[in-house]
């Protein structure tokens, strides 16, 4: 569906990042992480914030969601090239990397770990794929 909607946005996931890049994205998804949960409370906290409050509350836990499909799509992109070495199908690539991020989560111990890491990732490609897309108009 994502690459159906936003098939811009699908090609930008595939971005060359080398490992300091990665970090910095995973920070960036760390700091939106923290920093929505705290500006939601202090919509709460007002009466006229109430229902902003609720409706960002709901679009969080939508791109919390969907940073999981992101980083999982650019984990899936990376692995198929290795293995074929060509560009392939943009559905085929969701699949396997979705299927290879909850493989991941099923490791005892780190799985849970490195999904977290894989959720920041994906939140931290998204928040620069929305500054860009907010920046190009």
Do not use: D
């Amino acid at each position: 569906v994502i690459n159906a909607l936003f098939p811009k946005i699908y090609k930008n996931i595939f971005k060359k990042y080398n490992s300091m890049e990665m970090l910095k994205e995973v920070g960036i998804g760390f700091l939106v992480l923290i920093s929505i949960p705290i500006l939601t409370l202090m919509f709460l906290l007002t009466v006229l914030g109430i229902p902003l409050g609720l409706i960002l509350i709901t679009l969080y836990a939508i791109w919390l969601y969907l940073s999981i499909v992101i980083s999982s799509t650019y984990i899936g992109g990376l692995l198929l090239n290795k293995i074929f070495g060509k560009e392939m199908n943009s559905y085929l690539v969701i699949f396997v990397g979705i299927i290879l991020a909850q493989l991941i989560a099923l490791i005892p111990m780190i799985g849970g770990i490195i999904y977290f890491l894989l959720m920041l990732y994906g939140l931290g490609i998204s928040y620069h794929m929305l500054k860009k897309a907010k920046q190009s108009k």
